[in-house]
Antibody, heavy 121, light 110 residues
Framework: EVQLVESGGGLVQPGGSLRLSCAAS????????MYWVRQVPGKGLVWVSR????????TYADSVKGRFTISRDNAKNTLYLQMNSLRAEDTAVYYC??????????????WGQGTLVTVSS | QSALTQPASVSGSPGQSITSSCTGT?????????VSWYQHHPGKAPKLIIY???KRPSGVSNRFSGSKSGNTASLTISGVQAEDEADYYC??????????FGGGTKLTVL
């Protein structure tokens, strides 16, 4: 059974940093692209970032580019999101998701339950 | 990039069919057959129900179907059931390994 468990969320002050983790199990982590998606409470889902299977290629939404860094440790089956220079508008539930592959890595096949990040003074 | 446009809410009685739309642009929905749909019960993990416009993952009920015409994708739920009450999000590939989601539609089963 595929399991994705996020951790690392919490309360942080504006301008601060936080690192989220996503522990993966039930599949061969090193062969799948992975994503981060966030949801502001009461609002819709927003794609944040993606990383390819060996970590050599990453992409970011414009709203987090230059502040967030996605990475992975395939030996530990863990995905990360380093978040720096946090702003109030980064307050959200952050989900990790495993990519699905058919004609390409173009959908979010499995999701974790999310971890809440609150940016506030 | 603005979110894909979804109606805020749709509703239907048990057994009815409902269709919800997802409108993008020629740069996303209209340019790629790479629209996916997700069911989200608040507090739980979102669930993939449709990928690549009209493909259903194994284990997803055949009551869920997807289609696309031009810049608009649609999700149809046939024979709506109480357990289908949830938020539904569309998502489109937008090129260069980026994605754009819709604002979500809340389905109410009357």
């Amino acid at each position: 059974e595929v399991q994705l468990v996020e951790s690392g969320g919490g309360l942080v002050q504006p301008g601060g940093s936080l690192r989220l983790s996503c522990a993966a199990s039930g599949f061969t982590f090193s062969t799948h692209w992975m994503y981060w998606v966030r949801q502001v409470p009461g609002k819709g889902l927003v794609w944040v970032s993606r990383i390819n299977s060996d970590g050599s290629s990453t992409t970011y939404a414009d709203s987090v580019k230059g502040r967030f860094t996605i990475s992975r440790d395939n030996a530990k089956n863990t995905l990360y999101l380093q978040m720096n220079s946090l702003r109030a508008e980064d307050t959200a539930v952050y989900y990790c998701a495993r990519a699905g592959y058919n004609s390409g890595w173009h959908y979010f096949e499995y999701w974790g339950q999310g971890t809440l990040v609150t940016v506030s003074s | 990039q603005s979110a894909l446009t979804q109606p805020a809410s749709v509703s239907g009685s048990p057994g009815q069919s409902i269709t919800s739309s997802c409108t993008g642009t020629s740069s996303d929905v209209g340019n790629y057959n790479l629209v996916s749909w997700y069911q989200h019960h608040p507090g739980k993990a979102p669930k993939l129900i449709i990928y690549e416009v009209n493909k259903r993952p194994s284990g997803v009920s055949n009551r869920f179907s997807g289609s696309k015409s031009g810049n608009t994708a649609s999700l149809t739920i046939s024979g709506v059931q109480a357990e289908d009450e949830a938020d539904y999000y569309c998502c489109s590939y937008a090129g260069s390994d980026t994605f754009i989601f819709g604002g979500g539609t809340k389905l109410t089963v009357l």
